[in-house]
């Protein structure tokens, strides 16, 4: 096996070092961990992602007990990221950009902190078997699971341990089914070297069209393919908040119809009885797999970070940017393992890993908790960057920015409470940009020629991203 290990490694160090990868490491240790991989060949993704699925295809040849111990069921934000950074340049910046934002943010919306968010969900079933067209049944129990997550209201939230109760909080956020959508299809949907199983959300590739992304939470329930050569099976996946606004001039970015959340049709839903068995292991589910993936949609990260990487290796220098979640080296391998501490911390603070969390990889039957900090970022997102979503409407006022009059004839005045620069941007309701300025204390938008209707005005700064809905008046 060490002879095999050390062969590996150095095939793998002269492909790695010919395309600038990472280097391999841990080979004198019968471990293999590949931490990131960067590489822009032209936009060839295609290459990245051979290479890099095949570096994978290789190590899962490698007995387990050999490697870092990980679960075999996955959150595919990773691949999110991964993919769509090489499909869409700063992809992975504006992801970043946006929740250090909403994180600056989560103070100053402090105030709204008595309202109710609701959030309408539209639940595509997309399938081509008949044990993937689930019950109604499933569907409304994972609705109620949802809200008892997101209200704090689930029966096992006492199980948290001790340590980490002060910390459990009420997101006071709700979810509301608004409507079923049925489609039969012959299509596959899987990860691909170069894409998400995202025909899922296209009806002329199989899948079903999102109802309207502003204003709902699509949630598209399909039976997703094994991770490709690896044979893992990702769980879903969601689309985290990238405020498209503050995308750099020039740049493209995903289509808003891409929206949402995805998650496998064995998961979705309590006491469903289809299992999901990988490599001899079933997955135990209690429809917790949608609450984690509706936390990445409202802008959460994993809890320790992502800096392990997908082979579960320890980086206990990376973080969620979250500072009330204590430091975890690495993804929980399932299980409620309440002895594991990843990141031993000096100065007498240090914690176990919070296995309770919803954006770990633990069991589903441990999971319970989202943390006070955790609750502010996602309110603050559902404030600003998916503020269309909910049914509270937000006023501007005592804020960072004024804009007046709402409905409006000939002009939009803006004013900003600090001198800063600022972009705004007005679109009609299908995101077709009409106007677009750079602005630092006021301006006055000539709107006289647009037609009586709705549209949508972004305001984005360092401090900030508003979206406002303003309608122009019959005159």
Not at 151 to 157: A, C, I, S, T, W
Not at 169 to 188: G, H, P, Q, W, Y
Request: with cysteine; glycine share 6%; charged share 20%.
């Amino acid at each position: 096996m060490k002879h095999y290990l050390e062969i590996l490694v150095l095939i793998y160090r002269e492909i790695l070092e010919k395309f600038k990868f990472l280097t391999v490491e841990n080979s004198d240790k019968s471990v293999v961990s590949i931490y990131k991989m960067q590489l822009k060949l032209n936009n060839k993704a295609y290459l990245y992602y051979e290479i890099q699925l095949l570096v994978a295809f290789l190590l899962f040849t490698i007995p387990l007990s050999a490697q870092n111990k990980i679960s075999p069921f996955q959150c595919g934000h990773e691949y999110v990221l991964s993919i769509n950074e090489q499909n869409y340049s700063n992809y992975r910046e504006m992801v970043n950009e946006t929740f250090s934002i909403a994180y600056k943010n989560k103070d100053i919306n402090a105030h709204h902190r008595n309202d109710i968010y609701k959030i309408p969900v539209v639940v595509h079933i997309v399938w081509k078997n008949s044990e993937e067209n689930l019950d109604d049944s499933l569907i409304f129990s994972q609705i109620k699971v949802l809200n008892k997550a997101f209200r704090l209201q689930n029966e096992d939230k006492s199980n948290v341990r001790d340590i980490f109760k002060d910390l459990q909080s009420d997101a006071e956020i709700e979810f509301e089914l608004k409507e079923v959508k049925r489609v039969k299809t012959s299509a596959n949907f899987a990860l691909s070297l170069t894409g998400l199983p995202d025909n899922v959300k296209r009806a002329s590739n199989g899948g079903s069209g999102a109802t309207d992304p502003d204003r709902h939470l699509n949630i598209w329930v399909c039976k997703i393919q094994p991770i490709p050569f690896i044979g893992g099976q990702i769980l879903g996946y969601a689309y985290p908040p990238t405020g498209l606004g503050n995308w750099p001039d020039g740049s493209s970015a995903p289509s808003k119809d891409l929206e949402g959340v995805v998650i496998d049709y064995r998961v979705f839903g309590l006491n469903n009885p289809n299992k999901l068995t990988v490599n001899g292991s079933t997955h135990q589910s209690f429809a917790r797999t949608t609450v984690h993936e509706v936390g990445h949609y409202l802008g959460l990260r994993h809890i320790w970070g992502d800096g392990g990487g997908l082979f579960g290796g320890n980086s206990c220098d990376a973080d969620d940017g979250i500072s009330d979640t204590p430091n975890q080296g690495t993804q929980s391998p399932g299980g409620c393992d309440t002895s594991a501490n990843t990141c031993i911390e000096e100065g007498g603070n240090d914690l176990p890993d919070m296995i309770e969390n919803y954006m770990d990889y633990s069991g589903e039957n441990c999971q319970n908790t989202f943390t006070k900090e955790q609750v502010a970022l996602m309110r603050s997102v559902l404030a600003n960057q998916r503020q269309l979503l909910t049914n509270t409407e937000q006023s501007f006022a005592n804020q960072q920015v004024n804009i007046w009059p709402n409905p409006f004839q000939n002009f939009i005045n803006i004013t900003l409470n600090e001198n800063i620069e600022t972009k705004v941007k007005l679109t009609s309701l299908d995101i077709s940009e009409i106007m677009s300025y750079k602005i630092s204390e006021k301006y006055m938008l000539d709107v006289e020629t647009l037609r009586s209707g709705t549209y949508l005005l972004e305001v984005v700064n360092d401090k900030m991203y508003k979206v406002l809905k303003l309608i122009k008046a019959h005159e």
